[in-house]
């Protein structure tokens, strides 16, 4: 089973270990962090948006389409009330500019079934387990 690692490094601040990468989440400087990273609904929202593009990528490639100016625009809000969550994503799928427009439906039906868009409309289960730094 994949997985990865989170240590609380100072503050607000940590570090993910997720194979050989290392990154770090923090919080901006008006939330009382030092803005060292992304916080963690940025990287959740990220994880979105970067699996539509690689999904995209994917299709242009088996179709022998140009990958040049792919890019996904992506803007979120947060609910305003509770529990606290991401409640609504929206995302622009930018595509090369000579993208054939029969291949369009295709291509929207691909990236709406992403991994990470898969798991958001069908959520996994979640176990949260408390344990005491010995028995990690």
């Not at 962090?33 to 940025?42: A, L, R």
């Not at 959740?44 to 179709?63: D, I, T, W």
């Not at 305003?80 to 439906?105: G, K, M």
């Not at 039906?109 to 176990?127: D, G, K, L, M, R």
């Amino acid at each position: 089973m994949p997985s990865l690692t989170v240590e609380h490094l100072d503050h607000d601040r940590y570090e993910i270990v997720v194979r050989s990468h290392v990154f770090t989440v923090d919080q901006p400087l008006a939330d009382g962090g030092k803005d060292t990273g992304p916080t963690p609904t940025e990287v959740f929202v990220a994880g979105l948006a970067s699996c539509v593009s690689f999904y995209a990528g994917r299709f242009l490639s088996r179709h022998e389409l140009s990958t040049e100016g792919l890019a996904v625009r992506c803007e979120w809000a947060m609910a305003q009330d509770r529990p606290a969550r991401v409640a609504s994503i929206d995302i622009a799928l930018v595509v090369p500019e000579r993208f054939p427009e029969d291949l369009r439906q295709r291509l929207q039906a691909v990236v709406e079934h992403c991994t990470v868009h898969n798991s958001i409309t069908t959520p996994p289960e979640i176990q949260i387990a408390l344990r005491t730094s010995a028995g990690v």
